[in-house]
């Protein structure tokens, strides 16, 4: 049976391909507003990583109300980007390695639009993975439109087992 400490080792590894793959373009065109869920590919990405850092460092620690993201206009290149890109690596990995966490404690928070929800710290956890799949997808439509292979995403190609 997988485990969400496995699920989120995958969306990890591919997380940081698409970041990587990010990096590798002209950063106007990763900066250029497309209309999208967050405008650009850069937005989504840090998107992506804030939800992480949310939900893994405040939410299921019980300190959802005092999280903060700096805005995504200060990010100014992908170094940048990179750069809090594996901050947040960090601290998921360490509260993956500490183990203490009660994946079936309650954990409490508001989203953005003010309602109250109450989950599982492993529901919280999974559905900060399941918001990484979403926007990848997102991601893979941009790149393509722009004629760009995106970075595999496939379990058999990431599979935390065997890297």
Not at 101 to 119: E, L, P, Y
Request: with cysteine.
């Amino acid at each position: 049976m997988l485990k969400i400490q496995e699920l989120s080792r995958y969306s990890t590894t591919v997380r940081r391909k698409f970041a990587e793959k990010l990096a590798s373009l002209p950063y106007a065109e990763v900066d250029r507003n497309r209309e999208a869920s967050f405008h650009s590919m850069k937005n989504i990405l840090l998107h992506m990583v804030d939800n992480e850092d949310w939900i893994v460092n405040f939410v299921v620690k019980g300190r959802s109300a005092e999280y903060s993201r700096r805005s995504w206009d200060e990010y100014t290149d992908m170094k940048m980007v990179l750069g809090h890109l594996g901050e947040v690596e960090e601290k998921t990995a360490a509260f993956f390695a500490d183990g203490s966490v009660d994946m079936a404690s309650i954990a409490t928070f508001r989203t953005m639009k003010g309602a109250t929800i109450s989950m599982t710290v492993e529901e919280c956890l999974l559905q900060s993975f399941t918001e990484q799949l979403y926007h990848m997808g997102e991601l893979i439509a941009m790149l393509w439109q722009d004629n760009i292979e995106p970075p595999t995403m496939q379990w058999f190609y990431n599979n935390p087992r065997t890297l």
